[in-house]
C-alpha cells in the first residue's frame, strides 16, 4: 500500500528543480542583460570618442 521512495529521489528532484531554475536565469542573462551592458558600452565609447 504505502511506496517508499528512499532519499535518492528526493535529491534527483530538488538537482532537477535546481537545473531547471538556472537554465531559465541563463537563458534571460543571455537574451536580455548581454545585449543591453553591449549596447551601453557601445554608448558610452560613442561619447568618450565623439
Known amino acids: 500500500m504505502f511506496l517508499y521512495l528512499g532519499p535518492g529521489l528526493g535529491g534527483g528532484i530538488v538537482a532537477v528543480i ?4 538556472l ?4 537563458f534571460l542573462v543571455a537574451v ?4 543591453i551592458k553591449r549596447f551601453f558600452g557601445f ?4 561619447f568618450k570618442k565623439g
Do not use: E
Request: glycine share 6%; no cysteine.
Open 43 to 46: 554608448i558610452k565609447n560613442k
Open 32 to 35: 536580455f542583460w548581454l545585449p
Open 23 to 26: 537554465t531559465f536565469f541563463a
Open 18 to 21: 535546481t537545473g531547471i531554475f
